[in-house]
């Protein structure tokens, strides 16, 4: 007689999602459309083992994507508000993950030139529904977690309190790398740094230099020792600026060896008339320079550079014990055209770490980096604030061990 078979299709987990705001090629956009429709992978298109079936969208003027995505993804039902998209009506937690976006959109700016996006404020309604329903679930935040960090802090320990998996940060510590390397577990590191780029369309100052933060930290985290946190950080702008890059407060070989990775300098680097733009083609190019120099509490020093009007893109250099040349690397993001019409593939690895951090219920990297990158962000803007005095940061004495196994994109 046959037997019947008793295998069964794996069980797919539904997820919720709330998002400031869905338009073209804004961060909602990008990441709601991998979750709904897939995207490409390791040379296949890949549909997520799961379904996004709640929706909570905050802002939804012209522009607005999610009432279309709702129609043509029936199983995804918009709600007026994030308890209705966690317990999709049943007054219960009803999902198995949750995945908080909340950059772009109108929101005010802070005295100090913080955008006031509402993390934290979402935050704190998810973890409503989790205590309310005695049960919780892992949830992602897109970028930092706040412009404060006493919020910062407590989503931190929320999350520990509760026991439920939260991973944060954007897309540059996981997209690909050129050259594709790794930084070595156990490498003793003398100074490292990140030779950005910033935007002066956008008027708030936590977006580039957050991602600055990861490139450095992603890094530097897997030196001998691992992280124990940072001492001080300090501002530089303007002639404070010029003034330091010329004393050498940072390794003029160290901007060399990031700035050689780059694929976008201004005009391509032929225009300049060496192979490397010398101190006074930068000074002649560059608008509004900017630094965070910072010190750990093991002694390395760390500098973040945004330069705008010179680069596009994200690069790493460091000084390592034993080698001669610098080890430098960029976290490659194949950037969007001005006229915002071409797809930004780099959310795809934060939408695939999203999907195991659901899948297997851990997370796939620290949070304890994204939550020190806050800290020496807003450390960073205070100091600004403050006439770029440096800013003692005895709060951010935050230890932890890195994830063993590298997490950046190989295809």
């Known amino acids: 007689m046959m037997q019947s078979s008793n295998t069964t299709a794996p069980k797919r987990l539904k997820i919720a999602a709330t998002i400031n705001t869905v338009q073209h090629l804004l961060h909602g956009q990008h990441i709601l459309d991998r979750f709904l429709d897939g995207y490409g992978w390791n040379g296949v298109y890949h549909h997520p083992q799961?379904?996004?079936?709640?929706?909570?969208?905050?802002?939804t003027s012209r522009g607005d994507l999610s009432k279309e995505r709702a129609l043509r993804h029936p199983q995804m039902t918009i709600y007026p508000d994030i308890h209705g998209a966690l317990t999709l009506g049943t007054g219960k937690l009803a999902v198995d993950g949750v995945v908080l976006v909340a950059e772009d959109g109108n929101y005010p700016t802070t005295e100090r030139g913080f955008k006031t996006f509402p993390r934290y404020p979402f935050f704190e309604q998810i973890v409503d529904v989790f205590r309310a329903s005695g049960r919780s679930v892992p949830v992602f935040v897109d970028k930092h977690l706040s412009y404060r960090w006493d919020w910062a802090k407590q989503m931190y320990d929320q999350a520990h309190e509760l026991g439920f998996p939260?991973?944060?940060?954007?897309?540059?510590?996981?997209?690909?790398?050129?050259?594709?390397?790794?930084?070595?577990?156990?490498?003793?590191?003398?100074?490292?740094m990140c030779v950005g780029f910033a935007d002066s369309i956008r008027d708030e100052v936590d977006s580039y230099d957050f991602h600055c933060l990861e490139v450095v930290q992603c890094m530097v985290e897997r030196r001998k020792g691992s992280e124990t946190g940072v001492e001080w950080v300090e501002a530089y702008r303007g002639d404070k600026f010029w003034n330091a890059y010329e004393a050498g407060l940072w390794s003029p070989a160290l901007v060399k060896a990031a700035l050689s990775r780059s694929h976008y300098l201004t005009g391509g680097i032929g225009t300049f008339t060496n192979a490397m733009p010398t101190y006074e083609q930068i000074r002649s190019v560059v608008r509004n320079p900017l630094a965070y120099h910072y010190q750990h509490k093991d002694g390395l020093k760390?500098?973040?550079?945004?330069?705008?009007?010179?680069?596009?893109?994200?690069?790493?250099?460091?000084?390592?014990?034993?080698?001669?040349?610098?080890?430098?690397?960029?976290?490659?993001?194949?950037?969007?055209?001005?006229?915002?019409?071409?797809?930004?593939?780099?959310?795809?690895?934060?939408?695939?770490?999203?999907?195991?951090?659901?899948?297997?219920?851990?997370?796939?990297?620290?949070?304890?980096?994204?939550?020190?990158?806050?800290?020496?962000?807003?450390?960073?803007?205070?100091?600004?604030?403050?006439?770029?005095?440096?800013?003692?940061?005895?709060?951010?004495a935050i230890n932890y061990q890195p994830n063993p196994e590298s997490t950046y994109w190989r295809s």
């Open 166 to 192: 939260l991973m944060a940060g954007s897309s540059l510590p996981i997209t690909w790398r050129v050259p594709s390397v790794e930084m070595p577990l156990g490498t003793v590191i003398k100074e490292a």
């Open 50 to 59: 799961m379904d996004l079936v709640g929706l909570f969208v905050d802002q």
């Open 302 to 396: 760390c500098t973040i550079i945004l330069f705008d009007g010179l680069l596009r893109d994200f690069n790493f250099a460091a000084t390592i014990e034993g080698q001669d040349k610098p080890f430098s690397t960029q976290m490659y993001l194949p950037i969007p055209d001005q006229k915002r019409t071409t797809l930004a593939d780099f959310f795809s690895p934060l939408v695939h770490h999203m999907e195991q951090l659901f899948l297997t219920g851990k997370s796939q990297y620290p949070v304890e980096r994204t939550l020190l990158d806050t800290g020496i962000l807003i450390a960073g803007v205070d100091s600004l604030f403050q006439n770029q005095e440096r800013i003692q940061t005895p709060h951010l």
